[in-house]
C-alpha cells in the first residue's frame, strides 16, 4: 500500500519550491529621443568629429551604433507614420506629410502598444507629425498617451516662441544666431525640461509601473535657430565643403529635386537667385559653409538638449532599467548632389541615425548591418521584455498589431549577426513612385507609375532608373544604369526590388 504524503512536507516543499523560482523580469522602462531631420554625420559615433556632439557620443559608447540605418521615405510625416506603426508606406498610404494612417487602419501605436502593456505613456515635442490625426493637444494619437502631451511654443516650426525673424514678404530666414536667449528660452530647450520634469516624477510610480518616454526635438529641422554659443563653436572658414556639389551623370529627369523647402526662406532664395541656382548651378561656397555652420550649430545645440536628459536618467538611477533609443527621422542634404533638404532618394536623404543602449546589450558596439526605421516598433517590444508584434499579411488594414520591420534586438546583443541582403525606401513625384532599394555596395531605383488606389507600384511604366556603387563611387558622382558592364546586375537588383521586403535574405 502507497502511503499517503504527509501534508505537512507537502506543504514545506511548496513554500521551498516557490521561494526558490526566480522572479518575474520586470520590464524596463523606455526612453525613445526622435531627433527632426539629423543626418547621420556628427561626432565621433558617425566619424564626423568636426560636428561636435560629446552626448550622443556617449550615448554611443553605452550601446550600439548602427551605422546603416535606412528610413521609408524621406520626409517627416511619411517616416513617422511607418515608424511608428511599423509599417510601410504602401501599407500606411501615408505619402505626404499630410497624411495619417488611421485612414488605412485603426492600427495600434507603437507608443499606444505599450500603454495597453501596463506602461504610463507620455510624450512631447515632434513625435508623431503634427496636425494630422488627433490634433497637437492629443500628441496625434489620443489613446497612446497616459498623461497629457506636451508641446513647447510654436510646435511647428520649434524655433524661438512665435519671434522668427523675418525678411521681405515675411518670408522667415533659414538661420539665426540669437544673442540673448539661453536653452531654456527655447523651444526644444523647454522639451528637454518637460522631460526632466517626466523623469523626476516617474520615480514616484514604483517597479509595478515602467515608463515609456518620447522625447522629439525639433531641431535642426530648418529653420536653424539657436542661442548664439552653438554658432560660436565653429567658424566659417573652417567648415567643410561636400565631397561632391554636383548631380550625379546621367541622372533620369525626374530625380532631382528643386529644393523648394530649402529655398522657401528668405536668405537662400536670395542667394539662389544670385548665381542662378539650377540643377546644373550650385550655390556659392560661400552660401554652402554658411548653412552647413547653422545646421551643425544647431545639431550641436540638440546634443545638449539630449545630453541634459541623459544625465537626468543617470542621477535619479534609472539607466540600468532603461532602454534608451536615438533615432532621426530622415537623412539631409547640405549641398551633396546639389541637393538640399531632404525629398529624394539619394544615399544623404535616406541615411539615418539610430542608436541604442539596452541594460544587458554591447557597450560601444558597432553594427553595420542593413536596417531600418519600420524595425524600431519590433525592437523596443523586444527589448522592453513586451510581447513582439507578428509579421504583417499581405493586407493587414484589419490587424490591430503586427509589423512589417524585424526586431534588432539580436543586433543589440551581438552587432555582427547576419541580417538583411536590403534596405527599402520610397519617394512619390509627379504622380509616379521612386522605389529604391540599398544592398551592402549598391543602391539601385526604379522611377514608375504608382495605382493610388490599390497603393501598389506599376512596374511597367517605367519613367528612369538609377545605379550607384558605392565602393567605386561613394558620393554618387554617376548613374551606371545605361553601363552595358552592368546590365546582368542592373537586372539582378531589379528583380530584388520587385520582389521587395519580404523577399530580402539574410547574409
Known sequence: MVKPFPMKLFGAACMVLVCCLPAAEAKKNVLMIAVDDLRPHFGKVYDTPQVLTPNMDKLASRGVTFKRTYCQAATCGVSRSSLLTGRRPDTTHVLSNGGCFRNAGNWTSLPHYFRQNGYVTAGGGKIFHPGVCDGLEFGEDRLAWSQPYYHAPCPQLGSLPCAEPRGPKTRPYSWFSNETATDDQVPDGMIAMNAIERLQNFTKLGADSPFFLAVGFHKPHLPHFAPKKYFDMYSLENIDLPKNTHVPQDLPTVTWNNCNEFLSYNDSAKEAKEVHFSEEQPLSDTAIKTHRRAYYAVTSFVDAQVGRVLDTLDELGLTNNTVVMLWGDHGWHLGENNEWAKHTNFEHATHVPLLISSPGGQEGGVSEALTELVDVYPTLADLAGLPVPTECPMNSSAVDVCTEG??????????????????????????????????????????????????????????????????????????????????????????????????????
Open 406 to 507: 524585424r526586431s534588432l534586438a539580436p543586433l543589440v546583443a551581438k552587432p555582427t549577426t547576419p541580417w538583411s541582403s536590403a534596405a527599402f525606401s520610397q519617394w512619390p513625384k509627379g504622380g509616379g513612385m521612386g522605389y529604391t532599394l540599398r544592398t551592402d555596395r549598391y543602391r539601385y531605383t526604379e522611377w514608375v507609375g504608382y495605382d493610388s488606389k490599390t497603393h501598389s507600384p506599376q512596374w511597367s511604366v517605367q519613367h528612369g532608373s538609377e545605379l550607384y556603387d558605392f565602393v567605386e563611387d561613394p558620393t554618387e558622382t554617376m548613374n551606371h544604369v545605361g553601363d552595358a558592364k552592368m546590365a546582368e546586375l542592373v537586372s539582378q537588383l531589379s528583380s530584388q526590388l520587385h520582389a521587395g521586403w519580404r523577399n530580402s535574405t539574410m547574409h
